[in-house]
């Protein structure tokens, strides 16, 4: 074992964590946020995205000892004083998600295109999103999601 500090979402969290261990499960098991899913943890489905200084990544494929020192945000750190982000707002409203299990991995690669180009074309939301698997079939929507956020967002 191995005490580590991570910040997540603008908090330093101090934990105990074994060399193998991954960011997505110390991130649920050891900091109980867990908003980000595992799925496949082998670089496959996306579900475990969360932004690592800014940049998505599956969490399931980093090293937890691996991610002192960055800033890591995951799908909590989106809404701000009890404000939803506009992602999650476009979300709901735009029925983005069916049993939601790959909906925190969506809206943080959302997240992490928004950042980005602010005003992105269908297309370019489909090519952020690739890789993420939606069991569900849900695509059409979450894309619709993230380009109704872009407009939220450029509203506001
Ligand atoms: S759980 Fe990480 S990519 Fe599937
Ligand atoms: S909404 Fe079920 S996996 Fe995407």
Not at 46 to 68: H, N, R, Y
Not at 77 to 84: A, I
Request: aromatic content about 4%; hydrophobic content about 35%.
């Amino acid at each position: 074992m191995k005490a580590i500090t991570l910040n997540i979402n603008g908090e330093k969290c101090r934990v105990q964590a074994r060399p193998h261990w991954s960011l997505a499960y110390t991130i649920r098991e050891k900091v109980g946020l867990t908003g980000t899913k595992t799925g496949c943890e082998m670089g496959t489905c996306g579900s475990c995205t969360v932004l690592l200084d800014g940049q998505p990544i599956f969490s399931c494929l980093k090293m937890a000892v691996d991610a002192e020192g960055h800033e890591i945000t995951t799908i909590e750190g989106l809404e701000k004083d009890g404000k939803l982000h506009p992602l999650q707002q476009a979300f709901i409203e735009d029925h983005g998600m069916q049993c939601g299990f790959c909906t925190p991995g969506m809206i943080v690669a959302g997240r992490a295109l928004l950042d980005e180009n602010p005003r992105p074309s269908e297309q370019q939301v489909r090519e952020a999103i690739a890789g993420h698997l939606c069991r569900c079939g849900t695509y059409a929507r979450i894309v619709r999601s993230i380009l109704h956020a872009a407009e939220m967002s450029q509203n506001r």
